[in-house]
């Protein structure tokens, strides 16, 4: 099995962070893995993107021009990312950063209203954990003991206090992704 992923929004979202702790999980499970980040120099703020690939067999590119899975976060990688899910693959959006609905009907969009649920968790910095949740609810490429090791495995040793937090977002991203 081969999922292409894309995970676009601004930085400072997590979606570099989001797009490494998928890419480490896979490698723990023994799968074939790309992690292909893509930001301007502002970074924080501007627009951010990381590819990732989990296989089970070798990767022949990192470079796609199609994806299986879009994760969403902004309006302006809506405007560039939607077009770009194959048929039949799978959209995910945070409701707070779209203001124009998804057109598309040939292919399946979930909405998780990730920013409202790390205010209710009174914090912000869960909000990419929510959205990792709501992909492993509706795509479960890998399994969440291997997350929580990529976590720990990407998180600097001074934050592995945050991991219990993080994997409280995760099950709640679980509950809250809803097909659109």
């Known amino acids: 099995m081969k999922h292409e992923i894309i995970i676009a929004g601004f ?10 702790i998928l890419a480490y999980s896979g490698l723990m499970e023994g799968k074939e893995v790309t992690w292909m980040p893509s930001y301007g120099p502002e970074q924080r703020g501007g627009t951010a993107n990381v ?3 989990l296989s089970d067999e070798p990767i022949s590119s990192p470079i796609l021009n199609e994806y299986d899975i ?8 809506m405007d560039k990312f939607e077009s770009k899910v194959k048929p039949g693959g799978i959209l995910i959006y945070d409701s707070y950063g779209i203001h124009t609905p998804v057109l598309r009907t040939d292919i399946n969009v979930y909405k998780i209203d990730a920013m409202d649920a790390a ?11 929510l959205i990792l949740g709501g992909l492993l609810k509706i795509e479960p490429m890998v399994q969440l003991e291997n997350v929580l090791a990529g976590l720990k495995k990407s998180l600097p040793e001074r934050h592995h206090d945050l991991i219990p937090m993080n994997e409280a977002a995760i099950k709640r991203g679980m509950e809250i992704i809803e097909r659109v």
């Open 11 to 20: 930085g400072g979202q997590g979606v570099l962070s989001m797009g490494k």
């Open 51 to 53: 590819t990732v690939i």
């Open 70 to 77: 879009a994760i969403i976060l902004n309006q302006p990688s």
């Open 119 to 129: 205010t209710e968790m009174h914090n912000a910095k869960a909000f990419n954990m």
